[in-house]
């Protein structure tokens, strides 16, 4: 069956830490990935999308950046956390082919900076 | 202008109510349309695509209107398990997603 696992659950970072989040799907091969990040009480938005191994896409410049080292891996990381990082990080893969499927979320990471 | 707009409510109903939340998009070109649902403090799981001819899950009927940029849902009959944030999401020509802010409905006793 077709799975996306994301972890941690959740993440307490100081101010100028770094940071990895991983996600990794199963059950399928070649899926196009997502980063969402969601803050308190606000809608998600788009931080990078992944065609393909090697392939980043970055919808809002930031100390953010992403990596798709295998196939069905895509992680998240910044080299020094903002305040402003805070929020829920969800990774999001397709579930089928072309544009008539939705997403499918992994359980997300909540992440607070201190 | 926001690409997808909705009313964030809160929306108070009682069990057993009728209740419409709208959604409207700024990109012509948008391919797909689906109503999400987020529990608090939860991942947005997949409630409902939407489609021009209308379509109906149990309790819960979409409709999309292309000329108007237009979405709704209807929940029929409210539950208490109905309350959730319903995110209104449409999606661009490279399967990239954009998702409304979203409505938060709490149905009460």
């Known amino acids: 069956s077709q799975t996306i696992h994301q972890w941690p659950a959740t993440l307490v970072q100081p101010v100028g830490s770094p940071l990895s989040l991983e996600c990794t799907v199963e059950?399928?091969?070649?899926?196009?990935l997502y980063w969402y990040r969601q803050a308190a009480g606000r809608g998600l938005q788009l931080l990078f999308y992944s065609v393909g191994i090697g392939q980043i896409s970055s919808e809002v410049p930031q100390n953010l950046s992403a990596s798709r080292p295998q196939d069905r891996q895509f992680i998240l990381s910044s080299k020094k956390l903002l305040l402003s990082d805070s929020g829920f990080y969800l990774c999001a893969w397709v579930t089928g082919p072309g544009i008539s499927y939705g997403y499918t979320f992994g359980s997300g990471t909540r992440l607070t900076v201190v | 202008r926001k690409e997808v707009e909705q009313d964030p409510g809160p929306f108070n109903v009682p069990e057993g109510a009728t209740v419409a939340f709208n959604c409207t998009y700024s990109?012509?070109?948008?391919?797909?349309f689906f109503w999400y649902r987020q529990d608090c403090r939860k991942e947005p799981k997949l409630l409902m695509s939407?489609?021009?001819s209308g379509n109906e899950d149990g309790r819960f009927t979409a409709q999309l209107n292309r000329a108007s940029q237009y979405i709704s849902l209807l929940i029929r009959d409210s539950k208490l398990s109905d309350s959730a944030t319903y995110l209104c999401?449409?999606?661009?020509?490279?399967?990239?997603?954009?998702f409304g802010a979203g409505t938060r409905l709490t149905v009460k006793p």
């Open positions: 059950g399928t091969s070649n899926p196009n």
């Open positions: 999401v449409v999606t661009l020509y490279n399967n990239d997603m954009r």
């Open positions: 939407v489609y021009s």
């Open positions: 990109n012509s070109a948008s391919q797909s």
